[in-house]
């Protein structure tokens, strides 16, 4: 018998399409579309939403969303989605960005747009490699991490540090709004959603350029399972990116994280 008593408690967000995806099983990057259409159907903005996805393991990005994208270069998302701001000024713009895109060919783009304190929102995916062409030492790999080009792990003296990207864009006086949450466990996925509300309540109320970075498994490239690729999140990326607030405008209304893992 039915219970007609039923209450729905969850279910897919309304600016999130019904089909399987393309990513690996344990990849974040799901977890991470559904926090963005959760947000954006929760302040109302799915109508007037547009995404910008460049090229990286969410290249397709836009068949997930129900709700406008558009697709730019490898590392100009950020140029692509200023001049679509510029245009349309009301629309909530925002780009999504692997480590490999945004912190290396695209870096200039994301220093750029940033400096200009456009009013954009960054979503940046940082999972310590380049996840699409076969797991190859990108500038976020952590120092001695094996990698498909880095066989013996990052040498720090031959191949330099990784980049730190959310510490070095909060020093630009144009960004408002500069964090870096986590998606490896429950506790971490809710701040990252509170992150992700208040860096489009940021952009919505004009006061600059915002990013949340995003730590990230990548359980095939890393050789790991799911599970496994969530433990070593914690114990080697948290320690070395450390999750926290960056750069947060005086005039930003926000729940500061409690703690870290």
């Given at each position: 018998?039915?219970?007609?008593?039923?209450?729905?408690?969850?279910?897919?967000?309304?600016?999130?399409?019904?089909?399987?995806?393309?990513?690996?099983?344990?990849?974040?990057?799901?977890?991470?579309?559904?926090?963005?259409?959760?947000?954006?159907?929760?302040?109302?903005?799915?109508?007037?939403?547009?995404?910008?996805?460049?090229?990286?393991?969410?290249?397709?990005?836009?068949?997930?969303?129900?709700?406008?994208?558009?697709?730019?270069?490898?590392?100009?998302?950020?140029?692509?989605?200023?001049?679509?701001?510029?245009?349309?000024?009301?629309?909530?713009?925002?780009?999504?960005?692997?480590?490999?895109?945004?912190?290396?060919?695209?870096?200039?783009?994301i220093v750029a747009a940033a400096s200009r304190g456009e009013l954009i929102t960054v979503i940046f995916i940082n999972n310590t490699n380049y996840?699409?062409?076969?797991?190859?030492?990108?500038?976020?790999?952590?120092?001695?991490?094996?990698?498909?080009?880095?066989?013996?792990?990052?040498?720090?003296e031959r191949q330099g540090y990784p980049i730190r990207t959310a510490e070095l864009l909060s020093s630009l006086d144009g960004a408002a709004y500069?964090?870096?949450?986590?998606?490896?466990?429950?506790?971490?996925?809710?701040?990252?959603?509170?992150?992700?509300?208040?860096?489009?309540?940021?952009?919505?109320?004009?006061?600059?350029?915002?990013?949340?970075?995003?730590?990230?498994?990548?359980?095939?490239?890393?050789?790991?399972?799911?599970?496994?690729?969530?433990?070593?999140?914690?114990?080697?990326?948290?320690?070395?990116?450390?999750?926290?607030?960056?750069?947060?405008?005086?005039?930003?209304?926000?729940?500061?994280?409690?703690?870290?893992?």
């Amino acid at each position: 018998m039915l219970d007609t008593d039923v209450k729905v408690v969850y279910q897919r967000p309304r600016g999130f399409e019904e089909l399987p995806t393309h990513y690996c099983p344990g990849c974040t990057h799901g977890v991470a579309h559904r926090l963005i259409a959760e947000v954006l159907e929760e302040m109302g903005e799915l109508e007037h939403t547009i995404g910008v996805a460049p090229v990286g393991c969410a290249v397709f990005a836009y068949n997930y969303f129900a709700f406008d994208f558009v697709e730019a270069p490898h590392g100009r998302a950020p140029a692509m989605a200023t001049g679509i701001k510029r245009s349309l000024p009301d629309a909530t713009v925002f780009t999504y960005q692997g480590d490999g895109d945004l912190a290396s060919i695209g870096m200039g783009e994301i220093v750029a747009a940033a400096s200009r304190g456009e009013l954009i929102t960054v979503i940046f995916i940082n999972n310590t490699n380049y996840g699409m062409t076969g797991g190859q030492m990108a500038p976020t790999t952590l120092p001695g991490q094996v990698t498909t080009s880095s066989p013996m792990g990052r040498d720090v003296e031959r191949q330099g540090y990784p980049i730190r990207t959310a510490e070095l864009l909060s020093s630009l006086d144009g960004a408002a709004y500069v964090v870096r949450r986590s998606l490896h466990d429950p506790k971490n996925i809710r701040m990252a959603k509170k992150a992700i509300r208040t860096a489009f309540e940021v952009q919505k109320q004009g006061l600059g350029f915002s990013m949340v970075e995003l730590l990230s498994t990548c359980p095939t490239n890393w050789g790991m399972t799911p599970a496994n690729a969530r433990v070593w999140l914690a114990e080697h990326m948290v320690p070395y990116y450390p999750i926290g607030d960056f750069k947060v405008s005086s005039s930003i209304a926000y729940d500061k994280p409690k703690g870290r893992d």
